[in-house]
Structure formats: C-alpha cells, structure tokens
C-alpha cells in the first residue's frame, strides 16, 4: 500500500520560511515524479513544484518560481519544499503527490497522479 505523509506546515509571517516534508512509504519505484500541489479554501487545487527523482529535474509554478525549492532524500524516500519569502497568497493546504512513473509533459495535471497525501497546512499572515 503506497502513503504519503506531509508535515512542516504551520503557520508564519509574511516574509517567513517552512520547510514541508513528504515521506513515502510502500512500494516505490526509485524513479518517479513527485509533486505538490495546494488549495486554498474556494480555489481549485493547484500545482507548486514537481521533481523526478531518477534525473534531478524539477519544475515550478510561475508564482513560486525563484521562492521555494523542491529537492529529494532518496534514501529516506522524502520529498521536500523549501518555502521563503511567504507570501499571505501562500496560505493554503499543502498535498504532495506521485504518479508512480515519469512526470507528465503537463506537470501540473493533477488526475495524472495516482497517489495523494492528506495535506498539510500552510497559514502565513500578513
């Protein structure tokens, strides 16, 4: 059985950093896409950051692009998302996400991944 797990969310002032987490468990191919994605409450969920573990390439939405850095931990199986400069538009509930295989030519498809965490909370306050 395939989980995913987020945590390091909480709540921050504008201009502060979080640190999200996303560890797998069960069975895995070494080399998939990851992502994360976020909602916020009234909006339709949206793309942050993809990586594919197996090449080290990733990819970012337009509005956190130069402001958070998804990297990988092969060995502990971990995704993560490195947020600064948070904006109070960052508030949102976090998910990370894989499809099990390569990243999608449309990185941001979210029904292309196959497995969802339960989120975690993002909250930055202006």
């Known amino acids: 059985q395939v989980q995913l797990v987020e945590s390091g969310g909480g709540s921050v002032q504008a201009g502060g950093s979080l640190r999200l987490s996303c560890a797998a468990s069960?069975?895995?191919?070494?080399?998939?896409?990851m992502a994360w994605f976020r909602q916020a409450p009234g909006k339709e969920r949206e793309w942050v950051a993809a990586i594919y573990t197996g090449g080290f390439s990733s990819w970012y939405a337009d509005s956190v692009k130069g402001r958070f850095t998804i990297s990988q931990d092969n060995a502990k199986n971990t995704v993560y998302l490195q947020m600064n400069s948070l904006k109070p538009e960052d508030t949102a509930m976090y998910y990370c996400a894989t499809t099990m295989t390569w990243c999608p030519v449309v990185v941001g498809t979210p029904t292309l991944y196959k497995y969802w965490g339960q989120g975690t909370q993002v909250t930055v306050s202006s």
């Open positions: 069960g069975y895995f191919y070494s080399e998939k896409c």
